[in-house]
């Protein structure tokens, strides 16, 4: 139970290809009733298609769905359609934080604030080119967002499980939202403690990637209470593990493979545990060469190197990459201490180690 198997856990029982499914006919519907209104929405389904279908890892209806069937869910396409309804959570989030954080591409694409402004430009439009985009990303980040309900509404489940997955599912939205508030009000107060980046990354990522989709598919299956506790100590461990994996990936990845600027979290001012860590370990020089490059717009590739650098020499990118093994291995030792279907157990280690080992 430690080594993933060569299929992943979101292609198994063909999930990804049934979550992609269910949102491209959602899609369908929501296009033909977006061009009803006015030809000029066409742009905006077309938008949210590319941003939706175009990309992601699929990670939390996957997490959803192997909680569902390890507390005796029976695999049905409604389950599946419900759980899709996570892809529009993330998209809400996304488009939203690119915006925040002035990000230019996602996934090798035009993030969506650039995109309209783009458009705006093209058509010769009056006004602020930039301003429109903004705006534009708002919305639609507020229409995947409401997307979210319709589709866990209208997937046909039976009712009453609905209304035993809709606490999770609210909770859900409420924690990614203040957990975005408290990463901006972070990066603007300056605080470069661990223990404000540990809570930033649990309420903004670890809860709403890995425990509450579990949660929600635990509500669905109708799972008692043991089963809860143990998806709790597996997914907050392991949320925590996969943010802080993002976090190395923010200012080490490859561009090529994360689909960003190398260095982005860095230029971004993001106040991580990486960050953090180094900050904590580093003298008064630097210190001082971090904090001056950290939200720096204008940070070269050398200037990204030179804080690479600082980073590996403080300590921190080993901490952080120590943490990532230990709260592993915290989250695989709570799956041992509860009755859970064989293949789904299986699937969930191979979605722990998928989810802390990735490059994008």
């Keep these: 139970m430690t080594h993933a198997a060569p299929v992943s856990p979101v292609d198994r029982a063909s999930l990804r290809q049934r979550v992609d499914k269910a949102l491209s006919d959602f899609l ?13 929405l066409v742009p905006v389904a077309e938008a949210i298609e590319a941003f939706v279908l175009g990309g992601g890892k699929r990670l939390r209806p996957a997490f959803a769905y192997w909680g569902y069937r390890g507390a ?37 694409e035009p993030a969506v604030h650039r995109r309209f402004a783009t458009r705006h430009r093209a058509a ?15 919305l ?42 408290l990463d901006v009000l972070t990066q603007a107060t300056g605080d470069t403690s661990l223990e404000r980046a540990g809570k930033v990354a649990r309420y903004k ?41 993002d976090d190395v990936l923010g200012v080490f990845g490859d561009p090529a493979q994360t689909g960003k600027p190398a260095g982005d979290d860095l230029r971004e001012g993001k106040r991580t545990y990486l960050v953090a860590a ?4 580093a003298d008064e020089a630097g210190r001082a ?23 590996t020499d403080t300590g921190a990118l080993a901490r952080a990459e120590q943490r990532i093994v230990t709260l592993t291995d915290a989250a695989l030792a709570a799956l041992t201490a509860v009755d859970l279907d064989t293949e789904a157990r299986q699937a969930l280690v191979d979605l722990a180690i998928a989810a802390t080992r990735r490059a994008d």
């Design 28 to 40: 369908v519907g929501r296009r033909a009733w977006m061009a009803d209104v006015d030809d000029a």
């Design 289 to 311: 060469l971090l904090l001056a490059g950290l939200g720096d717009a204008n940070l070269d590739a050398a200037g990204v190197a030179r804080l690479r650098e600082l980073i």
């Design 140 to 181: 639609l980040g507020d229409l995947c967002l409401v997307w979210s309900d319709e589709l866990l509404h209208s997937a046909g489940l039976d009712p009453r499980a609905v209304a035993r997955a809709r606490p999770d599912f609210d909770e859900m939205r409420t924690e990614v939202t203040v957990g975005q508030y």
């Design 72 to 108: 005796g869910g029976v695999d049905t396409d409604p389950v599946v359609t419900a759980l899709a309804a996570l892809e529009f959570v993330q998209a809400s989030a996304l488009i939203h934080d690119d915006l925040m954080d002035r990000s230019d591409t996602r996934r090798g």
């Design 205 to 245: 990522s670890a809860k709403y990637t890995v425990e509450r989709p579990l949660l929600l598919g635990a509500a669905l299956a109708d799972a008692p209470a043991d089963v809860r506790i143990a998806y709790s100590a597996y997914g907050l461990p392991l949320g925590e593990a996969f943010q802080l994996r």
């Design 278 to 281: 180094a900050l904590e370990a």
């Design 124 to 138: 010769g439009w009056v006004g602020d080119p930039n301003g429109f985009g903004d705006a534009a990303a708002i």
